[in-house]
């Protein structure tokens, strides 16, 4: 049986000429079905449309306690370098998503004040259906919303510094330029990082970019050997050019306490 993809590519130019309006058409009619019947999938479209150039990660796929050892390993150094202090933590939860971040954060730090992030409008009404308690809060991923919590000891950027990363390997894309160039990266990681008190941690886990290839490199240095090798997409230089071989990098960076 003749599939409707082998009539696409078909060598007779007549063929392809008649089926080109029926496959975009097809396209259209579901494209238009999903916005219909895909609460999801419509909040994703009005990032695409009205928040194109805040937004990095647009897909809302989390899950509860994602990353136990980078969690114990932030943990472990927070609580060391901290527990003199009579203050509790400030976390940062940048692109929470649903919460589930948010949620498995409180059971690292049980004391701590959590704030979670988030552009997406229905992934933030799911955050604020949870039932939590009074040191957590969702609020709206703005610039000004974000300091308006701060400063933070901890800003934890979780597989949120990346554009669509399975279809980047899926296509055998070689650049990012055109879809989510290093500087839009870089922009929102120096607005991030005067947030962040000295000694604080900053970490940016499953990104297609690199902290140390931006302007604030100098001013962190990497906690353990922590890294994403085990990640699965295509990584990009500054350039906005795929690594390839790809490198591993650091994924947990502790901010200077002295940057002279």
Request: aromatic share 10%; glycine share 4%.
């Amino acid at each position: 049986m003749v599939t409707a993809r082998q009539l696409k590519h078909s060598k007779h130019p007549l063929v392809r000429l008649a089926v080109y309006p029926l496959a975009k058409g097809w396209r259209m009619a579901h494209i238009l079905k999903r916005g219909m019947t895909d609460p999801n999938y419509r909040s994703i479209i009005r990032l695409r449309l009205f928040n194109r150039q805040q937004v990095h990660q647009t897909s809302s796929t989390t899950l509860l306690n994602r990353y136990p050892i980078l969690f114990h390993a932030c943990r472990n150094y927070l609580y060391n370098h901290y527990k003199a202090t009579q203050e509790p933590l400030n976390i940062l939860s940048f692109g929470c998503s649903t919460g589930e971040e948010v949620l498995s954060l409180r059971q690292y730090f049980p004391n701590a004040r959590i704030v979670g992030a988030e552009i997406n409008l229905r992934s933030l009404a799911i955050c604020r259906s949870h039932p939590v308690d009074d040191k957590i809060s969702f609020i709206y991923s703005s610039p000004e919303e974000i300091q308006k919590h701060g400063p933070y000891d901890a800003i934890f950027c979780m597989a949120v510094m990346q554009r669509k990363p399975m279809d980047t390997a899926r296509k055998g894309i070689r650049s990012l330029k055109n879809i989510y160039p290093f500087e839009r990266f870089q922009e929102q990681i120096e607005r991030l990082d005067p947030l962040l008190r000295p000694d604080g941690l900053l970490i940016v886990h499953f990104s297609q970019y690199n902290v140390q290839d931006t302007s604030i490199a100098g001013r962190y240095v990497p906690l353990g050997n922590y890294n994403q090798d085990d990640y699965q997409s295509p990584i990009f230089d500054r350039n906005s050019n795929i690594i390839d071989p790809p490198v591993s990098w650091n994924s947990i960076h502790i901010k200077k306490s002295s940057l002279s």
